[in-house]
């Protein structure tokens, strides 16, 4: 099975509103997870919301607007100095995308509309992930994201 790995990086502000207490980042069902094409560059301090994104890559059980997260955990690893964003393993059972995603994007997902829900996470992935049909698994153990197809 074809992997590929990348480092979560959190969007400035809201990393910012994390540190004043303003958000909660584990709370239940709060985040949802996007996969895009190399065709979104983000910029982690001026692009805010789910409606900034473009080139979301979704077909069969890996659905527009993404999956969601469960498990979510912020971690401090003293032995290296990070903070770690952990969640539990990301599952679609069939998918067959046109274009190939390299990107994952987490938002927060409590907006009522795409214009409200902000973006939190993001990773560039080392290669393509480009299933011709079969499932998606992604997980973050240490906050590195692998995924499998």
Do not use: C
Not at 39 to 64: A, C, I, K, M
Not at 81 to 110: G, N
Request: proline share 5%; net charge negative; no cysteine.
């Amino acid at each position: 099975m074809p992997a590929a790995t990348g480092t979560y990086h959190a969007w400035g502000p809201y990393l910012r509103d994390i540190l004043k207490g303003s958000i909660t980042p584990e709370t239940a069902a709060r985040y949802k997870m996007i996969l895009t094409t190399t065709g979104f560059t983000p910029n982690l301090d001026s692009d805010q919301r789910y409606s900034d994104v473009t080139n979301e890559v979704y077909e069969g059980s890996w659905t527009q607007g993404g999956l969601v997260l469960a498990n979510v955990l912020v971690n401090l690893v003293t032995a290296s100095d990070l903070v770690t964003l952990t969640h539990d393993q990301v599952t679609a059972a069939e998918a067959t995308f046109s274009s190939a995603a390299r990107r994952v994007v987490i938002y927060d997902d409590t907006g009522a509309t795409a214009a409200d829900k902000r973006l939190a996470f993001t990773a560039l992935l080392d290669s393509n992930i480009q299933p011709t049909a079969g499932p998606i698994v992604i997980t973050s153990p240490n906050g590195i994201v692998r995924s499998a197809y």
